[in-house]
T-cell receptor
Framework: EAQVTQNPRYLITVTGKKLTVTCSQN?????MSWYRQDPGLGLRQIYY???????DKGDVPEGYKVSRKEKRNFPLILESPSPNQTSLYFC????????????FGSGTRLTVV | TQLLEQSPQFLSIQEGENLTVYCNSS?????LQWYRQEPGEGPVLLVT?????EVKKLKRLTFQFGDARKDSSLHITAAQPGDTGLYLC??????????FGGGTRLMVKP
């Protein structure tokens, strides 16, 4: 089944403890992207990648890192999480960016205490 | 940052009624997408429109892209409870940055 898989689905962590949210897609898509969704603020893009080793900042990149060493994987790294990074995170992939539409993962609900 | 405004934010209607959701911007987009999101899940792509004036139909859903590619609408005919969800429009420029509207939360009562 064609899908974007995120792990974990739920995560509670403490301030300052480094964490990684994994994202993997099995559709051979070029484009991958990370979003966060917050009440009243909607979905906002954190980082995106057009291909292996090509990444760029979205609207809200502060406090996050990404890497794209393989086409299928696009992990999101929080080096020192803070409570304002408590949010619902989505990874998405697309064959050709906006024109192809994006397939989203099921989300990771992160709570930083 | 390009902005997309959706209206209405909330809509509660009876089964069988028609409705229209609007997505407006002052910016031009190369394509515009509509997604539906259920609670606890990621958005699911409904349609992508790329040509100004384009109209696409998906069963009881009709999507239109404005002539100037700055706005779009989603019309649902004879809404059903299964249409309940959060509807999101998203504008794309240059294929990299996807800007989402704030969403329209639709509830269709039986």
């Amino acid at each position: 089944e064609a899908q974007v898989t995120q792990n974990p689905r739920y995560l509670i962590t403490v301030t300052g403890k480094k964490l990684t949210v994994t994202c993997s897609q099995n559709m051979n898509h070029e484009y991958m992207s990370w979003y966060r969704q917050d009440p009243g603020l909607g979905l906002r893009q954190i980082y995106y990648s057009m291909n292996v080793e090509v990444t760029d900042k979205g609207d809200v990149p502060e406090g996050y890192k990404v890497s794209r060493k393989e086409k299928r994987n696009f992990p999101l790294i929080l080096e020192s999480p803070s409570p304002n990074q408590t949010s619902l995170y989505f990874c998405a992939s697309s064959p050709r960016g906006g024109w192809g539409g994006y397939t989203f993962g099921s989300g990771t609900r992160l709570t930083v205490v | 940052t390009q902005l997309l405004e959706q209206s209405p934010q909330f809509l509660s209607i009876q089964e069988g009624e028609n409705l229209t959701v609007y997505c407006n911007s002052s910016s031009v987009f190369s394509s515009l997408q509509w997604y539906r999101q259920e609670p606890g899940e990621g958005p699911v792509l409904l349609v992508t429109v790329v040509t100004g004036g384009e109209v696409k139909k998906l069963k009881r859903l009709t999507f239109q892209f404005g002539d100037a590619r700055k706005d779009s609408s989603l019309h649902i005919t004879a809404a059903q409870p299964g249409d309940t969800g959060l509807y999101l429009c998203a504008g794309d420029n240059a294929g990299n940055m996807l800007t989402f509207g704030g969403g329209t939360r639709l509830m269709v009562k039986p």
